[in-house]
């Protein structure tokens, strides 16, 4: 079964510095995606990024990006510049390739922003 | 215009009642899902439908049942409440099923049961 781990349950970043949160996960699967999604006190779920496993480029969307280590089935994210609005639950979620595939969650990583 | 609504936002009732979450999209998908956050912000899909069909269906109690009147829509129903059925619930939608899709999510609804 696939299951996702991200280690650090908190995380805190001085504004306008960069933080890196881990994620791990685990799978049989050569055709998958990897996800990070972000959950503001809103509880609106936010995609943030998406790594298509097959694509050896890490992924980037403005202040946001990944290192994503296939080998080692590690995809952690990076912000910079962290901003007070970056304040949120972060999640890394795996999904397998094909129509039956479905995001499977890790437990998330609570980061906070200091001014 | 919201893209994924839910109502209501928030549900208190108590055990042994049966309940109904409505779910409503905008944006022309094809595919919805219901996914449970439970109180330790675990989520965790629940249902998925596409064009009003039933493709994924986690173990979920019987007592949860989803309907998809149409492909707007994707209702959420609890039968015989439990106080383990406290959680938020996230509605979701995308173009299409699968990964290659982005899914949008609902504001969720706040379930707690006394």
């Known amino acids: 079964a696939q299951t996702v781990t991200q280690s650090q349950p908190e995380m805190s970043v001085q504004e306008a510095e960069t933080v890196t949160l881990s994620c791990t996960y685990d799978?049989?699967?050569?055709?998958?995606?990897l996800f990070w999604y972000k959950q503001p006190p809103s509880r609106q779920m936010i995609l943030v990024i998406r790594q298509e496993a097959y694509k050896q480029q890490n992924a980037t969307e403005n202040r946001f990006s990944v290192n994503f280590q296939k080998a080692a089935k590690s995809f952690s994210l990076k912000i910079s510049d962290s901003q007070l609005g970056d304040a949120a639950m972060y999640f890394c979620a795996y999904s397998r390739g094909g129509s039956q595939g479905n995001l499977i969650f890790g437990k998330g990583t609570k980061l906070s922003v200091k001014p | 215009d919201t893209a994924v609504s839910q109502t209501p936002k928030y549900l208190v009732t108590q055990m042994g009642n049966d309940k109904s979450i409505k779910c409503e999209q905008n944006l022309g998908h094809d595919t919805m899902y219901w996914y449970k956050q439970d109180s330790k912000k675990f989520l965790k899909i629940m249902f998925s439908y596409n064009n009003k069909e039933l493709i994924i269906n986690e173990t979920v109690p019987n007592r949860f049942s989803p309907k998809s009147p149409d492909k707007a829509h994707l209702n959420l129903h609890i039968n015989s409440l439990e106080l383990g059925d406290s959680a938020v619930y996230f509605c979701?939608?995308?173009?299409?099923?699968?990964?290659?899709?982005?899914?949008?999510f609902g504001p969720g609804t706040r379930l707690t049961v006394t």
């Open positions: 799978t049989s699967e050569s055709d998958y995606y």
């Open positions: 979701a939608s995308s173009q299409g099923p699968g990964p290659l899709y982005e899914q949008y």
